[in-house]
């Protein structure tokens, strides 16, 4: 069943109403291999040169609903890979509205004898943009739609990442600026409040261990706290087998159930998917979500990889 574009338009605006103050960030049902995007202490972690894409269709059969797409490198640099650098391409595309995103990530690691902590810093640049000539416009004389947004805002993003060969555990704040989209207009005496990005706070934990020599099993979980908006909460279980496939289930707190699915191809290559079932009443108008993900490991002469990485 399809929604027209003008009653998403409608939804659209009373998120805006309420001055941001909702969850605003993508979310990411495959977001243990796309951990970069919220956690810039990730970058360099790997122990080698990691190119990842994703590809998001949220909500399918829903006109406007979310499309996302996200590109990231990252590397490890400096003396015993105590550091490491990244950069993220993002784009998200709700109805009428667009977000771009290029961001650099700066990593630096504390090495123990078992563990390391790192931490990191996320710096970068957000345009959003509103396009009205994807919307139904009863009165295109109308003064609120004349005005055309389009901004372009910094980023500034920190985290803290801390892992051993078994498990991690992270916190992070991918933007600490409250970004403002829209100033304040007065339109014959009429006037629509600004909206800004609220912070995003994320927390995350995994851990790895053997259930058989051949098989391994990674229970997770990821929480996103931001003011004025519920809790999300993702818990996710990953079976990884024989070094190859990847198995799992996930759900989100009051949202959906998710099926996830990876495939190591080589030593190289690896292929994610995942699908969302949603759970709450939103599942009476679309077909669920589906996600994509490409990650290419790079090696140099001097680096061999023994094992694939679980996190």
Do not use: C
């Not at 290029?102 to 990191?120: H, P, Q, V």
């Amino acid at each position: 069943m399809k929604i027209k574009i003008n009653i998403v338009v409608i939804i659209i605006a009373l998120i805006l109403s309420l001055k941001g103050k909702a969850q605003q960030d993508a979310q990411y049902t495959n977001y243990m291999y796309n951990t970069q995007m919220i956690q810039p202490a990730y970058a360099g972690s790997r122990g080698f040169t990691t190119i990842t894409a994703l590809a998001r269709t949220q909500w399918v059969d829903l006109e406007g609903a979310p499309e996302t797409t996200t590109i990231s490198f990252d590397t490890p640099i400096g003396k015993n890979d105590n550091m490491g650098i990244g950069v993220s391409l993002f784009t998200d595309k709700i109805g009428p509205t667009a977000e771009n995103r290029i961001t650099i990530d700066y990593a630096f690691a504390i090495n123990f004898i078992w563990s390391k902590l790192t931490f990191g810093l996320k710096a970068g640049i957000n345009e959003f943009e509103i396009d009205y000539t994807r919307l139904n416009i009863a009165n295109d004389n109308d003064p609120l739609v004349q005005y055309n947004a389009n901004k372009i805002q910094p980023r500034i993003g920190l985290g803290i990442y801390f892992n051993t060969e078994e498990y991690y555990l992270g916190v992070s704040a991918p933007n600490i600026l409250e970004t403002r989209y829209y100033d304040e207009f007065n339109i014959e005496n009429t006037s629509f409040s600004n909206v800004s990005n609220r912070i995003h706070y994320y927390g995350m934990a995994g851990y790895v261990f053997d259930l058989t020599p051949k098989i391994k099993v990674k229970p997770a979980t990821m929480v996103k706290i931001v003011k004025g908006a519920p809790l999300q909460w993702d818990l996710s279980m990953n079976f990884l087998i024989n070094y190859k496939v990847t198995l799992g289930i996930a759900n989100r707190l009051d949202s959906a159930i998710s099926i996830l699915g990876g495939f190591q191809l080589s030593d190289s290559f690896f292929v994610g998917l995942g699908y969302d079932y949603m759970t709450n009443k939103l599942r009476r108008f679309n077909d669920g979500s589906y996600e994509v993900v490409l990650r290419l490991d790079l090696f140099g002469s001097d680096r061999k990889i023994i094992t694939p990485r679980f996190f």
